[in-house]
């Protein structure tokens, strides 16, 4: 049978004027239109498409991928709001996506940024999108470990931080004390897991811990130092904004970075800025 909302092979049933119909097993034959025809196709072979309801509210069938499928989270721009219905979004088909205002956890508008994920009601088989997102993350912790790489979607400010998707499978935080800078909501980023928690959601950090990333990041600022000439106007003083935007790193991990290169008499204090030391240089910053 068929699965709505994803990607499924079916085999091509017969050829009509309208298009080709489809396969669906319980749901019965599907039209796939004339435009998502591929060349050379036909009865009897089979073809990979995704299945959705068009705007007749009718099973239909695309070759053409959407931005995200049933079980995704993703970040999809608010094109239109209905008084009546909800908002609804570009999810890269002709026929938007969605939002029901009972599915919103803020008020949205049009240009809007928003994360959500994809869900199938079982009772009309509509595909839409919810903001609900913990009810649709898995509560299971996760087998990963303090310092563990993952991949995170911004998805809402809070007064701690940012709440994240962690691996398009759990929720995560990024506390505000721990960042550089703000993030942006759909701002997708490689974050490392401080801690998991009993419920499944993952404590995250900005920049890998311990000696791994002091190492790693002292190695970036030498290299930075060797092409610029040996001297960085970036120094412990600096904006927040700036070592981020250079380094890709907070301030604290820049400035524990910077300590281990001192205390390698690596480099000195220029105030403002740094420098790579010179031979035998042991100068005290001042």
Known sequence: MAD????????????TPQG???????????????????????????IDVFIYRDSEDRLTATTETPLAMVGDFAALRVVAVH????????????????????EQDRPLAAGDLVVVAIALDP????????????????????????????DAIVARETPLGYVAIVDRSHLGLLYRANLGSP????????????AVRDD????????????????????????????????????????PADIRATFGCSKKAFKQALGALLKKRAIEFTAPGIRL?????????G
């Not at 909302?5 to 085999?11: E, F, P, Y």
């Not at 119909?21 to 060349?39: F, K, Q, S, T, V």
């Not at 009810?135 to 303090?146: G, S």
């Not at 030391?277 to 910053?285: L, T, V």
């Open 4 to 15: 709505i909302g994803k990607r499924n092979t079916l085999r091509i049933v017969r050829d």
């Open 20 to 46: 080709l119909y489809l396969d669906g097993g319980a749901h019965g034959e599907i039209l796939l239109p004339n435009r998502y025809i591929p060349r050379d196709a036909a009865p009897g072979q089979s």
């Open 83 to 102: 008084r009546s219905v909800g908002a609804f979004l570009d999810w890269g088909l002709p026929k938007d996506l969605l939002l029901p205002f009972a």
């Open 123 to 150: 009772r009309s088989d509509r595909i839409y999108a919810t903001t609900r997102l913990s009810k649709h993350v898995q509560r299971t912790p996760p087998n990963h470990e303090p310092g563990q790489p993952v």
């Open 183 to 194: 993030l942006a909501i759909g701002q997708q980023l490689r974050a490392y897991v401080d």
């Open 200 to 239: 499944g959601k993952i404590d995250l950090k900005a920049d890998p811990s311990g000696y791994a990333r002091v190492g790693s990041l002292a190695d970036k600022i030498l290299d930075a130092l060797a092409t610029q000439g040996g001297r960085l106007n970036l120094d412990d003083a600096s904006d």
């Open 277 to 285: 030391a010179g031979p035998g240089s042991d100068k005290p910053r």
